[in-house]
């Protein structure tokens, strides 16, 4: 049987090998040298030129990148590296825990260590090449460090906490481990900005001035408390613009890239900040914590099913039955149910995005929204024209072209 399941998450991994490659490919086929006529008025030629030059070198580095690790997982797995890291980790104690807790960080390091010269390569070779790269070498080691800390530090507990419940009540661990895994994701939904994000960055409230006057004149028109609305240093790392709205309740902000309000004005910003609005108003940040829970809970119920199987143990090449072996490859195994969610969850995700934009549109201005969004685009360089098929696999968002076209019909 465990024969089997080897086998069976060898065809996994290389299906969605293939899949990634065909997808890549098709979107490559839309590349083109002239600008295409539906983008006349976004790009000028040089911009549209660069912009296909930065997906050909990005594309070209994907096929690399995703090349090397499916070699590596397929290497590993024939020479049962798993198992031997295992044994590594047993060597050390005998507790499940800390085996795996040892197993895990034994894992994680020695990955990241690994693609580090492709992150290397991608911040300060590609991204430095077409003006997007503000990162020094030394905020990249202490981004590198303090992730590993975050990482072990949240991971790590969460994990032995899972186990902890395993080894005390079996295969009901999952419904402990579910309510434990969901109040995290409430306190981190409430409160990432306020203790994860100043670890890389520094936060400041928004300046007096039009910028903020505008902001707080469109919130007053539309009846939404504004708590706080804070500027992120964006720019020591990239020149790329972004903003977001985090939290619930008394605990939402909305973060505004340094980057944004550089390259945008203050009723393009606005508009920006109205879609976001929009979402909490449409309340798809709540929908969005209540389904990732929701989908938690299944998750970790057919974990509960099939982890304690030895068999799952025996596939990775281990004689000794282990809860961490069994992840490993129940998370092999659950890979195509968890695409198949990802692409249905994109499709709702998409629609959201759609219903936000019509918010903005009618609430404030579409003008201004279809010129943030063409002036985000283009200054990042984004790809105007990609394949159906690697958007309906891909996109979180509806393409420009397409948002532009939707908001025509409500802008005012």
Known sequence: MHQIIFLIIIGILIFDFLLEQLLDYLNATKRSSVLPKELIGIYDESKYKKSQDYDKVNHKFSIITSSFNIILILVFLYFSGFALIDQVARFYTTNPILVALLFFGIIMFAS???HIPFNIYDTFVIEEKFGFNKTSPKLFIFDKIKGWFISAAIGGGLLALII???TKVGQDFWIYAWIAVSIFM???????????????????????????????????TVDYNLESVYVIDGS???TKANAYFSGLGKKKKIVLFDTLIEKLSKEEITAVLAHEIGHYKKKH?????????????ITLYILSLFVGN???????????PSFHLGLITFGFLYSPISTIIGLFMNVISRKNEYSADRYASEKYKGLHLQNALKGLSVSNLSNLT??????????????LLQRLKFIERFKK
């Open 112 to 114: 990241d260590i690994l």
């Open 164 to 166: 902890w419940f395993y």
């Open 186 to 220: 409430l306190f981190m939904t409430m409160f990432y900005t306020s203790l994860i994000v100043p670890l890389f960055n520094k936060l400041k409230p928004l300046e007096e001035g039009e910028l903020k006057n505008e902001i707080t004149d469109f919130c007053k």
């Open 236 to 238: 020591k790392r990239s």
């Open 285 to 297: 940040t709540l929908i969005s914590v209540v389904s990732s829970i929701l989908q938690t809970g």
């Open 310 to 320: 030895p068999n799952l143990s025996k596939a990775l090449g281990s004689d000794i």
């Open 386 to 399: 990609p394949h159906p098929l690697y958007v309906f696999f891909n996109y979180s968002h509806p393409t």
